[in-house]
């Protein structure tokens, strides 16, 4: 387990640095969905980080909470996203 979880914290901290870059440019140029698909990632990055930590100690309960939480962020986000398209037709 300590061999997922340490990929687990590398991927982590790849997708981080990647929403990081996004948010960046999603400010810099007014980008409303760069910066919703750079959010996307760094919650995404924090939902594998909890789940690396949940391998790292053995506690289900982080394991559980890193899926319930994905799993909403990604939902939230998603709707978020499909506001901005619709709103860019009009």
Aim: aromatic content about 4%; glycine content about 10%.
């Amino acid at each position: 387990m300590t061999a997922i979880g340490i990929l687990a914290l590398l991927i982590a901290a790849g997708l981080g640095r990647r929403g990081l870059r996004r948010m960046r440019h999603g400010l810099r140029d007014c980008a409303s969905l760069e910066l919703v698909r750079g959010i996307r990632a760094l919650v995404t990055a924090a939902a594998v980080a909890v789940f690396a930590l949940a391998l790292l100690t053995g506690e289900r309960g982080l394991l559980a909470f890193a899926a319930v939480f994905l799993a909403e962020e990604l939902y939230e986000t998603g709707v978020l996203v499909l506001i901005l398209r619709a709103s860019a037709r009009v």
